[in-house]
């Protein structure tokens, strides 16, 4: 089942987000090209300036984790982070279907 990979990242100028750009451009057209990505939308937060959301949908988990840790994403996603002056923040989610809520392991209180 395909699974989404929502991607947050803080950008405080517009200096820095000039200087991003490239960055990013690199990331989203390596990862169009890896085994498993399906797509990704980019989003820029309209009640908290300088947010911006990427919703990167591939078939599995595991086809994201190897783009994740694959040397030449690292390498990139390195100067991101030191641009940014922080780590990008990644969630993983995977749809629920028809609704169902999932089951969640018995409390142990």
């Known amino acids: 089942m395909a699974v989404s990979i929502i991607i947050s990242r803080l950008v405080q100028n ?8 490239p960055l990013i451009v690199q990331l989203r057209s390596k990862a169009t090209v890896q085994p498993g990505f399906l797509t990704a939308q980019t989003f820029s937060c309209l009640d908290c300036e300088g947010e ?6 591939w078939n599995t988990l595991e086809d994201w984790n190897k783009w994740m840790h694959n040397p030449e994403r690292l390498a990139i996603q390195s100067q991101v982070d030191e641009l940014l002056g922080e780590k990008t923040r990644y969630r993983y989610y995977e749809p629920v279907v028809g609704g169902i ?9």
């Open 14 to 21: 517009q200096t820095m987000a000039t200087q991003l750009a």
């Open 52 to 57: 911006y959301l990427i919703i990167s949908t």
């Open 101 to 109: 809520i999932p089951n969640f392991p018995p409390d142990t209180q």
